[in-house]
């Protein structure tokens, strides 16, 4: 059963709406104020709110931006009920967030006539939500055995090789192919642990505290943390000479364990699909409101359609997979930045220039 939580100062109208609504079938929860209103809103988490405009210390407009600031009831479908007409009331509304604007004297049509068309909506909403979780799972089911099976078969070759043939090798062939081994277990390891963090992040779309906890995180001195993470991924690829760095520090807030994952999925990125000699280039500065970090590089580049099915996890380049540019770790970096509250941009015109822009909100001092 849909709760719904009706705030209304006058009590005649509380009361036969309330009854209205229950003769619906719907659980009503009621507020006789703004203040009430919002911690009932927080308290409850209903399903909709309806709420009248003009009411003592906390007018309407007051409690749809005090719930739209708080992320556990900032998508809940909200509808305005008021005594006034006015156009330039209905806009105020509407842009601080408002889904519907009733008049008074409504009608019980009317009413459940809104209400009906916002449940509708959410509907709409939640399967395709659902449909683009159950591409994740199809994408990821089908993707992840190809990712492992490479490194799989070079562990059991070397290692086959090693068994049948130890006692014919140089002394100096068997830690080359124990080094091998090993890097292959590690990108397997790898492997495993982007698709694990891949999945934890698509289950925390309805985890309000956790996601309310990680935007609280502060990451200080990145102008240092940002550049070593750019010089290790530099020298993975022997390629120190090719990074350019401008970095300026600022407060940002994330923690400095997902500001790295970022860093590294994303800088890892320009260096596996670039050319060596080409350059890359990470830059970082901030006005007053948001950090952006700048990474371009000039290698293959990234297709429109390709970045269009980002968010569903489609890899980007299904040749490339002995390579293992699965493109889950640009995924991964997408879906840390949304939930900081950050945005993700790309520009990338294949095999001339990709830019990669980060946008992450600056931390009150």
Not at 13 to 35: H, K, P
Not at 68 to 87: G, V
Not at 101 to 109: A, G
Request: glycine share 6%; aromatic share 8%.
């Amino acid at each position: 059963m849909k709760k719904i939580l009706l705030i209304e100062d006058n009590p005649n109208v509380l009361l036969n709406t309330t009854r209205m609504l229950q003769a619906e079938g719907y659980i009503v929860i009621s507020a006789n104020n703004g203040r009430t209103g919002i911690d009932k809103a927080q308290q409850h988490i209903p399903s909709l709110i309806v709420c009248d405009i003009m009411m003592p210390e906390i007018d309407g407009y007051g409690v749809i931006a005090a719930l739209r600031n708080n992320s556990a009831t900032t998508t809940i479908p909200f509808i305005f009920l008021s005594a006034k007409s006015d156009k330039t009331d209905f806009r105020h509304g509407m842009e601080l967030g408002s889904d519907d604007y009733l008049t008074k004297p409504f009608t019980r049509d009317e009413l459940l006539g809104a209400i009906n068309a916002q449940f509708k909506k959410q509907e709409v909403i939640n399967s395709y939500y659902k449909q683009e979780l159950s591409n994740l799972r199809s994408n990821i089911s089908k993707s992840l055995p190809h990712q492992l099976l490479f490194p799989a078969i070079e562990v059991m070759g070397l290692s086959d090789i090693l068994i049948k043939n130890y006692h014919a090798m140089q002394a100096h062939e068997v830690p080359d192919i124990g080094k091998r081994i090993r890097k292959a277990g590690k990108d397997m390891h790898e492997m495993v642990k982007k698709f694990l963090l891949y999945a934890e992040l698509e289950s925390t779309d309805n985890n309000t505290e956790w996601i309310s906890q990680i935007r609280n995180s502060k990451s200080t001195f990145i102008d240092l943390e940002i550049p070593s993470s750019a010089k290790k991924i530099a020298n993975n690829y022997n390629r120190i000479s090719d990074l350019c760095l401008d970095v300026k520090d600022a407060v940002v807030q994330i923690s400095d364990s997902y500001l790295n994952i970022i860093i590294t999925e994303l800088i890892d990125n320009a260096f596996k699909f670039s050319a060596e000699g080409t350059a890359i280039d990470v830059l970082g500065n901030s006005d007053r409101q948001e950090y952006c970090l700048t990474i371009s590089d000039r290698g293959q580049g990234i297709e429109a359609e390709q970045l269009a099915n980002l968010g569903a996890y489609i890899k980007f380049e299904k040749k490339l997979y002995i390579q293992q540019g699965t493109g889950l770790g640009l995924a991964i970096a997408k879906r840390l930045i949304d939930l900081h509250g950050g945005r993700l941009e790309i520009e990338s015109v294949p095999y001339e220039q990709t830019v990669v822009r980060v946008f992450l909100p600056l931390a009150n001092s």
